[in-house]
């Protein structure tokens, strides 16, 4: 093994990054990179089968995030890592790379419109 982190990975997103629900319950697990491949939890995902590579650079609110984009023949797969983690210079395959602004889905939206009229709500209830 050549490299070991832990990251957030999803395969149910087939668009360019986003905010949106399957990171909420997208898999939480080591991600390894080998000589010939990489895994995470039960993915095992060789560098022959990967299509495209690509590296997203993003800001969430503060904090630098990097998502890594591999799309093969069986899927496409997406892998958030803490901004300490450095995989990138481990992998066996070339990739992009670009900062990207982060888009939000319609159900994040409406997620934080919601926990925002529900925190107003309970100021409301404390103040008068």
């Not at 890592?81 to 670009?98: C, D, G, R, T, V």
Request: charged share 25%; aromatic share 18%; glycine share 4%.
């Amino acid at each position: 093994m050549k490299y070991k982190c832990f990251c957030k990975a999803t395969n149910r997103e087939d668009k360019e990054l986003r905010y949106s629900h399957n990171w909420v319950v997208a898999k939480r697990d080591f991600f390894k990179v080998f000589d010939d491949h990489i895994e995470c939890g039960s993915w095992n995902i060789p560098f022959s089968e990967v299509e495209s590579a690509h590296l997203y650079k993003a800001k969430q609110i503060f904090i630098p995030v990097n998502v890594l984009q591999l799309v093969t023949e069986k899927g496409n797969y997406q892998f958030g890592f803490n901004p300490w983690a450095n995989p990138f210079k481990h992998l066996s395959i070339e990739y992009e790379q670009s900062e990207i602004k982060l888009v939000y889905s319609t159900y994040s939206i409406v997620i934080r419109v919601f926990l925002v009229a529900y925190l107003g709500y309970l100021a409301w209830g404390k103040v008068f």
